[in-house]
């Protein structure tokens, strides 16, 4: 289904590499956001940007790095700086002043 | 610093008992509010915003800002209700920097 789609929808990670998780959207939505989900924690944000070539750090950036290239896409690097990876990963998008759509995910697990 | 407490982390009830979760929040702006739901194997969905005033499903919140809640309430749980339910705040006027809660898991039992 078309909205917004994340690849991989599993993604195995070794100790002390950089991985990227992909995330498309063909909404025209201008603000896209990076989540990770824990069991018992919610969905707590990473990164998110409002226009192409800007986004700010959410409350635990650290360990990550985005990039805004292209308005349709938001890829979310996880880096070796991360000390604890494995996650579910919710990407997200919306136009200002209304409702977030999410993917379906993206579960990374460190091997 | 914005907060959103779901205090429940588990909700289970009968089918065609009320259902209400609950949802409180900490924030010292204009709040914009939303429960979203998730539903086995598929993604996470916007039920309500406070703005819209709508009944979605039979669900219903009201915020009340003198008590900073925005409690979700059902008066008939359906077994197709059960899922995980995420209440949050938007602090920037929508989705903008969304806020959300841990989480209530509501199980309707036949």
Known sequence: ?111 | AQRVTQPEKLLSVFKGAPVELKCNYSYSGSPELFWYVQYSRQRLQLLLRHISRESIKGFTADLNKGETSFHLKKPFAQEEDSAMYYCALGTQGGSEKLVFGKGTKLTVNP
């Not at chain 1, 996880?78 to 136009?95: D, G, R």
């Open chain 1, 1 to 111: 289904d078309g909205g917004i789609t994340q690849s991989p929808k599993y993604l195995f990670r070794k100790e002390g590499q950089n991985v990227t998780l992909s995330c498309e959207q063909n909404l025209n939505h201008d603000a896209m956001y990076w989540y990770r989900q824990d069991p018992g924690q919610g969905l707590r944000l990473i990164y998110y940007s409002q226009i192409v070539n800007d986004f700010q750090k959410g409350d635990i950036a650290e360990g990550y790095s985005v990039s805004r290239e292209k308005k349709e896409s938001f890829p979310l690097t996880v880096t070796s700086a991360q000390k604890n990876p494995t996650a579910f990963y919710l990407c997200a998008s919306s136009k200002m002043n209304t409702e977030a759509f999410f993917g379906q995910g993206t579960r990374l697990t460190v091997v």
